[in-house]
Nanobody
Framework: QLQLVESGGGLVQPGGSLRLSCVAS????????IGWFRQVQGKEREEVSC?????DYVDSVKGRFTLSRDNAKNTANLQMNSLTPEETAMYYC?????????????????????????WGQGTQVTVSS
């Protein structure tokens, strides 16, 4: 069974940091592009970062968020620094098998959403004092 499981969410003060993890089982992330998304209740899901051979970030998180992979653990991580209350959301990871080398950089973010095939259940991040 192909599965993604996120962890690492929680309550953090404004300006604080969290590190989210996404563990894959049933398939190897080596052959998949990885995305991190967030969703505020009542709003659309927003792609935060996408990684295949390179990494793309939405402008609002550039310089603060870092997506990394740990191939030995079949895990993708999202380090989030300088968090703001507006970034309170459910965070999800997603994966899609790599069929092109430039999925995360040449395909516009709005067009990528339809291609993600595997999703985790999400982990809640709350930024509040």
């Amino acid at each position: 069974q192909l599965q993604l499981v996120e962890s690492g969410g929680g309550l953090v003060q404004p300006g604080g940091s969290l590190r989210l993890s996404c563990v894959a089982s049933g398939f190897s992330l080596d052959y998949y592009a990885i995305g991190w998304f967030r969703q505020v209740q009542g709003k659309e899901r927003e792609e935060v970062s996408c990684n295949d051979n390179r990494t793309d970030y939405v402008d609002s998180v550039k310089g603060r968020f870092t997506l990394s992979r740990d191939n030995a653990k079949n895990t993708a991580n999202l380090q989030m620094n300088s968090l703001t209350p507006e970034e309170t959301a459910m965070y999800y990871c997603a994966a899609v098998r790599k069929t092109r080398s430039d999925f995360c950089t040449e395909l516009p973010r709005s067009r990528r959403y339809q291609y993600w095939t595997h999703w985790g259940q999400g982990t809640q991040v709350t930024v509040s004092s």
